[in-house]
T-cell receptor, first 116, second 112 residues
Framework: DQQVKQNSPSLSVQEGRISILNCDYT??????FLWYKKYPAEGPTFLISISSIKDKNEDGRFTVFLNKSAKHLSLHIVPSQPGDSAVYFC???????????????FGQGTILTVHP | DSGVTQTPKHLITATGQRVTLRCSPRSGDLSVYWYQQSLDQGLQFLIQYYNGEERAKGNILERFSAQQFPDLHSELNLSSLELGDSALYFC???????????FGNGTRLTVT
């Protein structure tokens, strides 16, 4: 049972344009969501997070949007840069409910390629 | 550099053997997590420790066990290894259970 899904295995974008990565979840207990970026031969790196009390969080070029009713979140990268090329993982947790003790449930990842 | 150190980077062993993976968390982090990433799979949560105590368990096989020592480093023990155990094993740490996880670069285990 895949509780966090990233339905697009890959995304190709031109440098300077917007990259939009999508993520859907099924578990209504999830209340905290994170995006991680992963380069080859490295571990995932934390990018940005959002709690269920918000619907948007920005950090520089990265913005995460949360639509609780649709159980959907997205990561926008504007403008996209070639260095953003990596695998992006969406992750979810039930932090606020106090039941997950920090356990994250990850999606399968989306490979983003930004062309110069 | 995340500050989380995992050793060894690569491990090749035979079926039926036992291996130990080691993780040193970031300085000050009390929580340690182990995740498994098999081919074409996302990261699967195995187990979490907080300040030496087991806090949460995922789909960890009975052949696998872990512990966190007083100096906060952690070890993941995999025994009676099978071909299907071949995967990347990541360790992560966080200051509290509400903080983002910081991952090490993983140990790639190959069982032949």
């Amino acid at each position: 049972d895949q509780q966090v899904k990233q339905n697009s295995p890959s995304l190709s974008v031109q440098e300077g344009r917007i990259s939009i990565l999508n993520c859907d979840y099924t578990n209504s207990m999830f209340d905290y969501f994170l995006w991680y970026k992963k380069y080859p031969a490295e571990g995932p790196t934390f990018l940005i997070s959002i709690s269920s009390i918000k619907d948007k969080n920005e950090d520089g070029r990265f913005t995460v949007f949360l639509n609780k009713s649709a159980k959907h979140l997205s990561l926008h990268i504007v403008p996209s840069q070639p260095g953003d090329s990596a695998v992006y993982f969406c992750a979810a947790s039930a932090y606020l409910s106090g039941t997950s003790y920090g356990k994250l449930t990850f999606g399968q990842g989306t490979i983003l390629t930004v062309h110069p | 550099d995340s500050g989380v150190t995992q050793t060894p980077k690569h491990l090749i062993t035979a079926t039926g053997q036992r291996v130990t993976l080691r993780c040193s968390p970031r300085s000050g982090d009390l929580s340690v997590y182990w995740y498994q990433q098999s081919l074409d799979q996302g990261l699967q949560f195995l187990i979490q420790y907080y300040n030496g105590e087991e806090r949460a368990k995922g789909n960890i096989l009975e052949r696998f066990s872990a512990q966190q020592f007083p100096d906060l480093h952690s070890e993941l023990n995999l025994s009676s290894l099978e071909l299907g155990d071949s995967a990347l094993y990541f360790c992560a740490s966080s200051v509290t259970v509400f903080s983002p996880l910081h991952f090490g670069n993983g140990t790639r285990l190959t069982v032949t």
